[in-house]
Structures are given as structure tokens and as C-alpha cells.
T-cell receptor, first 114, second 106 residues
Framework: EAGVAQSPRYKIIEKRQSVAFWCNPI?????LYWYQQILGQGPKLLIQ????????DSQLPKDRFSAERLKGVDSTLKIQPAKLEDSAVYLC????????????FGPGTRLTVL | GIQVEQSPPDLILQEGANSTLRCNFS?????LQWFHQNPWGQLINLFY???GTKQNGRLSATTVATERYSLLYISSSQTTDSGVYFC????????FGAGTTVTVRA
């Protein structure tokens, strides 16, 4: 079974530029999550999708971050414009059932904002 | 939100030693997972263990849901066990602890 795919793996941009990350979840997984992990901390949930609808985006900085999952499969997370404090690893995860069962994570995208 | 506390924050082991990592959480939950974060940053699922005991090779985990804690046991540690171990809990989404950084010395 193929795992969660993410691209790119690494990205370096300058502040005020825009960046987008892509995630393809495990086939058949209806629930998709984006997490942000700042160096030295545990991951923090940014947004949760159930199929193509948003379930929880309470911790998403909506003035600069946006995410979509138009066809209920793959998802894109965008930052516009980026700030220095956005430097982090962005992790995508998916699960078959959000109320039970393991959430499985992709390899992550490491973003550096200069 | 749910509070997740992991201890100890750092652990240094000699190869071959055994160790126990602890995770305390503030509310009853339906989901609990233990992860190992490898040097490249990927979170590897070790156990999905909302209750009970599971074993996988040299690793085992126990969750006592009624007392809101979980333990991860590493036996006969190897240098490849080094990394950060996270406990994550929740119902529909996971909240993570700050992690335990394990260093195994040859």
C-alpha cells in the first residue's frame, strides 16, 4: 500500500514570497490533515478535511494560509506572503476514519524562509 | 484542548539498555498513537493504542485509559532507536506532546 505522498520535500524562499505544498493521501482515506512542526516542538494541527469539506481550521492563520481539497483526494496548502516564523516542517496525514484507527503521516516538506 | 505531557524530555542510553517513556493526557480520548520521528523528519507510526498492551519486536506499549497515561518500552536499545518519540492523543484529531529525545550510544 502506497503511503502519504508530499512534495516538494524541501523549499527555500524569501520572506513575502508565496509557496505551495501538495499532498496525496492514502487511497480511500477520506480524512486529511495538515500539521505544522516548528523545530523543537510537536506538530500542531492547521486544518482537517473530511472528503472535500473543512472540519477544523481553527488554528490556521487565515490571513496568509489557505488550503483546499477540491476533489476530496489530494490537497494543496498555500502560504502568501510567507514570514520568517513560517519556517517549519509541514506534515500531511490521512486516515480512513477520523474517530478511530491510526493517522498515517507523509515525509513532510521542510520550509525555510529567509 | 487536550494537554499532553511527555517525560522525560531527554534520555541518553547505552546500547543494550532498557527504557520507559511516559505520556500523560488531560482528558479521556478514543485515539492514542506513539510515533518515532526519524532524522529526515518523517513521523513513523509505532503503535495505535487507545487502550491495552501491544508489542512489536523490541518495542511495546501500554495505555491505561482510565488513568490517562501511556507507556512506551524500549528493550535492548540500539543506535537506530535514536530520535524523537511523540505521543499523540485525541478523538477526531491528534494533539501532540513535546516529545522525548532519545540518544542511544554505542
Amino acid at each position: 500500500e502506497a503511503g502519504v505522498a508530499q512534495s516538494p520535500r524541501y523549499k527555500i524562499i524569501e520572506k513575502r514570497q508565496s509557496v505551495a505544498f501538495w499532498c496525496n493521501p492514502i487511497s480511500g482515506h477520506a480524512t486529511l490533515y495538515w500539521y505544522q512542526q516548528i523545530l523543537g516542538q510537536g506538530p500542531k494541527l492547521l486544518i482537517q478535511f473530511q472528503n472535500n469539506g473543512v472540519v477544523d481550521d481553527s488554528q490556521l492563520p487565515k490571513d496568509r494560509f489557505s488550503a483546499e481539497r477540491l476533489k476530496g483526494v489530494d490537497s494543496t496548502l498555500k502560504i502568501q506572503p510567507a514570514k520568517l516564523e513560517d519556517s517549519a516542517v509541514y506534515l500531511c496525514a490521512s486516515s480512513l476514519d477520523p474517530s478511530r484507527g491510526a493517522k498515517l503521516f507523509g515525509p513532510g516538506t521542510r520550509l525555510t524562509v529567509l | 484542548g487536550i494537554q499532553v505531557e511527555q517525560s522525560p524530555p531527554d534520555l541518553i542510553l547505552q546500547e543494550g539498555a532498557n527504557s520507559t517513556l511516559r505520556c500523560n493526557f488531560s482528558d479521556s480520548v478514543n485515539n492514542l498513537q506513539w510515533f518515532h520521528q526519524n532524522p529526515w523528519g518523517q513521523l513513523i507510526n509505532l503503535f495505535y493504542i487507545p487502550s491495552g498492551t501491544k508489542q512489536n519486536g523490541r518495542l511495546s506499549a501500554t495505555t491505561v485509559a482510565t488513568e490517562r497515561y501511556s507507556l512506551l518500552y524500549i528493550s535492548s536499545s540500539q543506535t537506530t532507536d535514536s530520535g524523537v518519540y511523540f505521543c499523540a492523543v485525541g478523538d477526531y484529531k491528534l494533539s501532540f506532546g513535546a516529545g522525548t529525545t532519545v540518544t542511544v550510544r554505542a
